[in-house]
DNA sequence: GTCTATAAACGGATAGAC
DNA sequence: GTCTATCCGTTTATAGAC
């Protein structure tokens, strides 16, 4: 779907994956609101209605390009990090997985696949439920590696919803800023982003911080 | 101006910062292109034209809120900071006090103040100019903070712009999701990402980390 | 598959009465 | 300071020709 992936033979891709290409984005830089149909059709080439001939409505597309977006994170970092039984090796391939996911597509707007998940206020009750359920269930497999690795007293003293939430809050940060010009290469960035948050969230010795009084 | 912030006597708010509230948490909750001036209108309790009698139109209304947001982090965090020499008891101030701050104003739809100011790509060239700037202001004070530390030999090995970044998502993060109900207490929250976010940039030794295969 | 044309609703913003 | 009424551009979506 994604045309960054393809390589050597030129491009040729339909109509629909242009389409989901040119609208995600679109919602990324400007938001889902304030994209109009008109818009998205203009970037492919065609008209308004030409458009209508290939998505059911503006909501149903989006809620396609989050599905796929989910998809992607569920069979690119879930499945395989699932396969380990460590939870400390496993937490590292999360978060390096995730990482190198968000950095896979690099366009001038950031990742869009990952910022338009941030949209599920524009989705009907029932959509809106199917991706949240789905982004839960991610946060809890964190979690849950999180609460084996405090088991094994390897965690440093967090509580392991705060870790989860500081973890994504790096990967989605940088899915917000990275630009494909950058001057760091994709490994340096995942590797430092990596480094700094499994440091903060690993216990090394009962190193505890104070607070500024 | 902001409601949360009386105590005590019963809250007399003038009209002008009830629709500042008001507009601040429905752009907050369905983002400033999904928010017409009528629904703004209908949660203060006037109409759409009444509302015009305070606000010249949307754009400005969001870049006054803007405004303030940007006003309160650089006084209530940038200058306290500002007037510590140790660059890493600045850093911790930095941290705790943007975290605090985040958590003084607590909405069942997470912080307004801080979520619109990714708002920038709705507001004219210059004004929007006007807002990166103060940005790029924190942020470089923030890097320039983490530049020091790295010289005095304290950082761990990554880059100060990677750090910057994880930092930051780590405090942005936390207004997307945090809700006044919480289980945990403010303090405990600021805690607990400080110290990773703290524990994650500071070096404790050359503890290097591996990538997974 | 793509177009022109158009329906029906909604958007920001203003005029002018009270 | 707040209202009713209205202007006019834009929006999503569809009808129907080619």
Chains 1, 2 share one sequence.
Not at 172 to 199: E, F, K, M, Q, T
């Amino acid at each position: 779907m994604w045309q960054e992936h393809t390589t050597g033979t030129p491009a040729i891709i339909g109509r629909r994956e242009q389409i989901y290409v040119h609208a995600a984005q679109l919602f990324c830089t400007r938001g889902f609101a304030a994209t109009s149909m008109a818009n998205i059709a203009e970037a492919v080439g065609i008209t308004k209605a030409g458009l209508y001939h290939f998505v059911a409505s503006k909501e149903e597309l989006l809620f396609t390009l989050m599905s796929f977006s989910m998809e992607r994170l569920e069979e690119d970092v879930v499945a395989p990090a699932q396969a380990i039984a460590d939870p400390v090796e496993r937490l590292t391939a999360i978060v390096h997985g995730h990482l190198q996911s968000v950095m896979q597509v690099t366009t001038p707007v950031g990742n869009p696949l990952t910022i338009i998940l941030e949209e599920t206020g524009a989705l009907s009750a029932d959509k809106a439920a199917q991706i949240k359920a789905r982004k839960a269930a991610y946060s809890a497999f964190v979690r849950g590696t999180l609460d084996e690795i405090k088991a094994n007293g390897q965690l440093a003293d967090v509580d392991t919803r705060m870790a989860t939430s500081a973890i994504m809050g790096i990967i989605l940060w940088l899915a917000r800023w990275h630009r494909p010009d950058g001057r760091l290469s994709v490994n340096d960035i995942v590797d430092n982003l990596a480094g700094i948050a499994l440091r903060g969230v690993l216990g090394s010795g009962p190193a505890t911080l104070e607070r500024p009084k």
